[in-house]
């Protein structure tokens, strides 16, 4: 039996990945106006980022709880076996929450074969990860061979990335006073990454252009040079940034398989307009 693969809206995923591969989704609440929208459901990412030009603020809240236990009701009714890719769990309580929903179940269902996993991460260096593991799912392979890929490749993927401004971030909770007062020192542009599930300022810079030759200084130490790895780009509402990023890429280190896709609303709503991030795998599962 096809195990079953599980993400949340956090991960950044194209719609034609998460249809070909049949990757059941956990959206994300996002509250805007004092309404509750369902991520991907009932707001789009563009819907998100056009909000926030006119000068909204929105928030974001943990996957439903009981959206979570009626999905693996309906698994543990069918006997099939699950894997759930969760959103950092130091960035968010979803992943802690699953747990709990899924020990309710098995409370039911002695038998139900899921696995948890904390992404550590979120946006494409998860979505990487998400479809791989839905086309190996696809490919009829064993879930502790699917497992053992996840687990091993979420510990070695790399999230760096730009924004234009910290103060959304500060906002949401994802980055300390310290790192925001840092950032804003003389308007230079932070450079940031993932440690331990954590936004954090690893550099700061001059420019756009300086924090994008920054980028692909940090990739040139961390990138496993393996050519046939994805790699992912998300950005912030600036297409225009994001293609300049990839034809970098391609000239500096000659990948060529790319997804690029929008920074979801998961993550938009704490980084607001601008910015772009690299995600990519230090060591590549094998």
Do not use: W
Not at 82 to 103: D, K, N, P, V
Not at 136 to 142: E, S, Y
Not at 163 to 181: I, M, P
Not at 233 to 246: G, V
């Amino acid at each position: 039996m096809k195990t079953v693969i599980i993400t949340d809206s956090a991960c950044d995923l194209p719609a034609q990945y998460i249809k070909e591969y049949q990757i059941e989704v956990f959206p994300f609440s996002i509250i805007l106006n004092h309404t509750n929208y369902l991520d991907g459901v009932d707001i789009t990412t563009h819907d998100l980022y056009q909000a926030i030009k006119e000068g909204q603020t929105p928030r974001t809240a943990q996957v439903n709880p009981l959206l979570m236990k009626e999905s693996f009701l309906n698994h543990a009714r069918k006997g099939e076996s699950c894997i759930y890719i969760a959103f950092s769990g130091a960035m968010s309580g979803t992943y802690q929450t699953s747990l709990l929903m899924a020990a309710e179940v098995k409370e039911l269902y002695p038998d139900f074969d899921i696995e948890i996993i904390d992404s550590k991460g979120g946006s494409l260096a998860s979505g990487l990860v998400v479809l791989k593991a839905a086309q190996m799912a696809q490919a009829g392979k064993d879930k502790a061979e699917i497992v053992r890929f996840i687990t091993y490749q979420t510990a070695h993927m790399e999230h760096i990335f730009t924004v234009d401004s910290l103060e959304a971030l500060y906002r949401g909770g994802r980055l300390s006073r310290t790192g925001l007062l840092m950032g804003n020192i003389l308007n230079i542009k932070p450079v940031l990454h993932l440690e331990n599930g954590r936004i954090m300022l690893l550099h700061l810079v001059r420019s756009n252009k300086r924090a994008l030759e920054k980028l692909l200084e940090i990739m040139e130490i961390r990138c496993a040079k393996v050519k046939s790895q994805i790699i992912g780009i998300a950005h912030a509402n600036d297409l225009e940034t994001a293609l300049t990023l990839k034809a970098m890429i391609e000239k500096r280190f000659g990948f060529s398989h790319f997804i690029i896709n929008l920074i979801g609303s998961v993550l938009g709503a704490h980084i607001g307009i601008g910015g772009v991030g690299i995600f990519f795998a230090n060591e590549v599962y094998n």
